[in-house]
């Protein structure tokens, strides 16, 4: 019984290996993130998060899974009758890092400008 499971394992490595080569021809297309936050490092922005917080800072680095390291953070309290409505209170946070898996919005403090649509097909003409 031994035998036949080691036999089993074999032939199933030797076919993971086969599997493995035949997608090797392709290169493997490099992900790269569609925001440059670069260009936003030592400025102001407001971030929202999941859950409806919102919060404001400094922006002092990041990373690919949008992790963002905030100073002079305040966080926007909201009503505690309506959590969808922000108050006029706010918290000073100090500084942050803000998880990139709850972060849905990120904008500039100073206003927002128009990019083009990264996800449409440039066409030639």
């Not at 505690?80 to 998880?99: S, Y």
């Amino acid at each position: 019984m031994t035998q036949r499971l080691s036999s089993l394992a074999g032939g199933l490595s030797s076919l993971g290996g086969g599997l493995s080569s035949l997608g090797g021809d392709k290169e493997k297309k490099k992900k790269e993130s569609i925001f440059d936050l670069s260009k936003y490092i030592d400025k102001p922005i407001r971030v929202k998060f999941q859950g409806g917080r919102e919060a404001s800072g400094v922006l002092k680095g990041f990373d690919p899974l949008l992790n963002l390291v905030l100073d002079g953070t305040i966080e926007y309290m909201r009503d505690p009758d309506d959590q969808l409505k922000l108050t006029e209170d706010t918290r000073q946070l100090g500084l942050v890092v803000c998880r990139g898996t709850s972060v849905v919005l990120i904008c500039p403090q100073d206003g927002m400008e128009a990019i083009p649509n990264p996800f449409i097909q440039q066409q030639d003409g």
